[in-house]
């Protein structure tokens, strides 16, 4: 199963601080994405990155998110001023040839 | 309401019998995933079955999918301590992004 290695695995931060999550997926797959779920819910899809662009994203991803990848390896989701409601499992995901997606181990966001 | 439901929302059974978890959807789809995930742990792929795919088998594992009904089902046949978790199923529509849409899971507990 193709690896997508998530960090941190764990961060606490304070309401209004910016915090940026890291997926460091195994490169030639072009399709990229980020989930998340709040505790005891389902999975919630954020934004998908095609070919280094946006090519979806849901009503959550506003402006306080954004997805980069910087240097061609590392994919990263960052928001901006944190809230209390941020406060989730993140998790990156990347789509193997014939649509299987496979997610990383998240990262687990809680703000105080 | 929401697109993707799993039923039950939790099933609770002896070590050695079959599990059967159940996943309905709104929309036409290109294919249906289900995913295992452990307390607080990452989504680990299960399975992948097409719209033009009845069934499909992965170890103690059966997927069936029926696009008249827009239903799918996970049995796990012999059920073990281990395969206790939530399940997910996610559809991915025949239009638009690749994005998988969650449905709430079913809290499985095998009991030993």
């Known amino acids: 199963e193709p690896e997508v290695t998530q960090t941190p695995s764990h961060q606490v931060t304070q309401m209004g601080q910016e915090v940026i999550l890291r997926c460091v997926p195994i490169?030639?797959?072009?399709?990229f994405y980020w989930y998340r779920q709040i505790l005891g819910q389902k999975v919630e899809f954020l934004v998908s990155?095609?070919?280094?662009?946006?090519?979806?994203k849901s009503e959550i991803f506003d402006d306080q998110f954004s997805v980069e990848r910087p240097d061609g390896s590392n994919f990263t989701l960052k928001i901006r001023s944190t809230k209390l409601e941020d406060s989730a499992m993140y998790f990156c995901?990347?789509?193997?040839?014939?649509?299987?997606?496979?997610f990383g181990e998240g990262s687990w966001l809680t703000v105080v | 309401s929401q697109q993707g439901e799993e039923d039950p929302q939790a099933l609770s059974i002896q070590e050695g019998e079959n599990a059967t978890m159940n996943c309905s959807y709104k929309?036409?789809?290109?294919?249906l995933q289900w995913y295992r995930q452990n307390s607080g742990r990452g989504l680990v792929h299960l399975i992948l079955?097409?719209?033009?795919?009845r069934e499909k088998h992965s170890g103690r594992l059966r997927v069936t999918l029926d696009t008249s009904k827009k239903s799918s089902s996970l049995l796990i046949t012999a059920s073990r301590a281990a395969d206790t978790a939530s399940y997910f199923c996610?559809?991915?529509?025949?239009?638009?992004?690749?994005?998988?849409?969650f449905g709430q899971g079913t809290r499985l507990t095998i009991n030993p």
């Open positions: 990155f095609y070919n280094n662009e946006i090519s979806e």
């Open positions: 929309t036409s789809i290109n294919n």
């Open positions: 079955i097409r719209s033009n795919e």
């Open positions: 490169s030639n797959h072009l399709y």
């Open positions: 996610a559809h991915q529509k025949i239009q638009g992004a690749q994005k998988l849409v």
């Open positions: 995901a990347r789509d193997v040839s014939g649509n299987t997606i496979y």
